[in-house]
């Protein structure tokens, strides 16, 4: 998984899609074919997300069984992963992610998976509805990633929060959610993923 998403955060995309694609299928996931299917795949996932609702069951993370962890960990390399290269795709899965988190109940998951929704929702949505649910999501993405006490999980929210302001033209509070983000990384984190999240953010405080 570290290999498919390093691949895909480097501009290695063919290769660590096949890779994720092997990957996806060996925890019992499926990646979408194409854009028209990741666009498909994006609004049934988005109304099965709207009924389902946002409600779970927090459990230990040491509770849970190994493929639990390795699904949410798959997918969340490809929320990543396909960010920067094919959005609808990297939307689609961040659907796929929310719901597997919300109902296993890991709060550090689900507030990532939050996060994520609450960017691409920003990045595309526009009107009072939809930065009234976007700020409900931030709100909440931010309560999960205190309780979860991970510092990575921490920096995501700060840098949603922060890409949020940006796709609103509020620029002043994006730096400012941002250099929060950046402090979190630099003092706290030490994932592998933390050069390529101080990326992100630097790139959005700029």
Request: hydrophobic share 45%.
């Amino acid at each position: 998984r570290a290999a498919a998403e390093s691949m895909l955060m480097s501009g290695r995309v063919l290769e660590g899609e096949a890779l994720l694609r092997d990957l996806c299928r060996d925890v019992g996931l499926r990646l979408p074919g194409g854009p028209r299917a990741a666009a498909s795949s994006l609004i049934r996932s988005q109304l099965k997300l709207r009924f389902r609702g946002f409600d779970f069951v927090e459990r230990s993370p040491s509770s849970l069984p190994l493929e639990t962890h390795l699904r949410l960990e798959t997918v969340r390399a490809g929320v990543l992963g396909f960010s920067g290269n094919q959005p609808l795709l990297a939307a689609s899965m961040a659907d796929r992610y929310l719901e597997l988190a919300l109902d296993s109940g890991h709060v550090g998951h689900i507030s990532s998976g939050i996060s994520h929704q609450a960017y691409f929702l920003t990045l595309v949505g526009t009107g009072d509805r939809a930065r009234t649910r976007a700020e409900k999501l931030l709100e909440l993405a931010e309560a999960t990633a205190i309780r979860s006490a991970d510092p990575e999980i921490r920096s995501v929210a700060a840098f949603a929060r922060g890409a949020a302001a940006l796709h609103a033209g509020r620029w002043s509070e994006c730096r400012a959610h941002q250099a929060r983000a950046l402090e979190i990384l630099r003092a706290e984190c030490r994932t592998g993923r933390r050069a390529w999240l101080v990326e992100c953010a630097q790139l959005h405080d700029h």
